[in-house]
């Protein structure tokens, strides 16, 4: 079985909004046939930050 290497392209950081998590879900629907992965996590000392990030799979 072949492992699945995932790249990070890019990564992110800005204020926290309740709302981005429509947008990384909008991009993962759309985009995963191009093997484009998008994740979003909340800064581990800073809860007003998100960190979001763009991956190859």
């Known amino acids: 079985m072949k ?3 995932i790249e990070t392209l890019s990564t992110v950081r800005l204020q ?3 709302e981005l998590y429509k947008v990384v ?3 993962n629907r759309t985009l995963k046939d191009d ?3 998008f ?3 909340l ?3 800073d809860n ?3 960190v979001f ?3 190859r799979t």
Do not use: C, F, R, W
Request: glycine share 4%; proline share 4%; no cysteine.
């Open 3 to 5: 492992k699945e290497q």
């Open 16 to 18: 926290y909004n309740p």
């Open 25 to 27: 879900d909008s991009l």
């Open 35 to 37: 093997d484009l992965m």
């Open 39 to 41: 994740g979003l996590a």
């Open 43 to 45: 800064d581990e000392v």
């Open 48 to 50: 007003e930050t998100a």
């Open 53 to 55: 990030t763009i991956y």
